[in-house]
């Protein structure tokens, strides 16, 4: 009976994370004329892409795991490869990063040329959503 209960909670606490989960905005300022693709929004966090600047989330967060797995197809450690294999070799430096969610909106709202990420819950009208990723 107790190796049932825990069980029963077990699948509950997992039905629930799945639940939990916020979903993602990708954002620019909201006077930005430009709305790039999400294969333009890959390339830009991958460094590829200089159209718009990337503003990155400094701490892998369950945000920046949504985003980069969603968006580049990239894990932690791929992304830490990734970017240490363009740094070793002098083709690029990692994009300019900031603390969380509130950092992100405040730096995309105040620059024109900028593109972010955050908790879709965080958004407010001073920037405009490109995409969600679900």
């Not at 979903?23 to 929004?41: C, L, T, Y």
């Not at 949504?66 to 083709?91: D, M």
Request: charged letters at 20%; proline letters at 4%; aromatic letters at 8%.
């Amino acid at each position: 009976m107790k190796l049932s209960l825990r069980a029963l909670c077990a699948t509950a606490l997992l039905a629930t994370t799945g639940f939990a989960q916020a979903e993602v905005a990708v954002i620019v300022n909201a006077g930005a004329s430009a709305a790039p693709s999400q294969a333009d929004v890959a390339n830009i966090f991958l460094g590829k892409n200089k159209s718009l600047k990337g503003v990155d989330q400094k701490d892998w967060n369950p945000t920046k795991e949504k985003f980069y797995t969603s968006v580049t197809n990239k894990n932690e450690a791929q992304l830490k490869s990734y970017w240490s294999g363009l740094v070793f070799t002098g083709k690029g430096q990692p994009l300019p990063s900031v603390a969380g969610d509130a950092e992100v909106v405040a730096k995309v709202a105040a620059e024109a040329d900028a593109i972010g990420y955050v908790d879709k819950a965080v958004v407010t009208d001073k920037v405009k959503v490109l995409f969600i990723v679900p």
